[in-house]
């Protein structure tokens, strides 16, 4: 059973920038496709980036491409996203997924992904 835990999140001015990152453990499989999913009340959770630690281009949501960047710490094993340039509507709670399966060809349906973290809070003012 895989555990993420996610931290970083805050609240931050527009044109800010936070880190994100979720600590996976127990993990037994070699490789993992791991995405960062967002929600916003009363919307649904939608797809952010996505990387596979085995390696390969990771891809982004058009929203976020070019201000939002993934990256793994294998040794660590750990998930980054680094928000630059934020705007209000990043505002969301922010998930870290992970499934032990290569990635599809976009970000992928939540339900795709097994395992979740309990997310943290991204708040951005304008």
């Known amino acids: 059973q895989v555990q993420l835990v996610e931290s970083g999140g805050g609240s931050v001015q527009a044109g800010g920038s936070l880190r994100l990152s979720c600590a996976a453990s127990?993990?037994?499989?070699?490789?993992?496709?791991m995405a960062w999913f967002r929600q916003a009340p009363g919307k649904e959770r939608e797809g952010v980036a996505r990387?596979?630690?085995?390696?390969?281009?990771?891809i982004y949501a058009a929203t976020v491409k070019g201000r939002f960047t993934i990256s793994q710490d294998n040794a660590k094993n750990t998930l980054y996203l680094q928000m630059n340039s934020l705007k209000p509507e990043d505002t969301a709670k922010y998930y870290c997924a992970a499934v032990p399966r290569p990635c599809m060809l976009g970000i992928g349906v939540p339900q795709y992904y097994t395992f979740w973290g309990q997310g943290t809070q991204v708040t951005v003012s304008s």
């Open positions: 127990g993990a037994t499989y070699s490789s993992y496709c």
């Open positions: 990387i596979y630690t085995g390696g390969g281009t990771p």
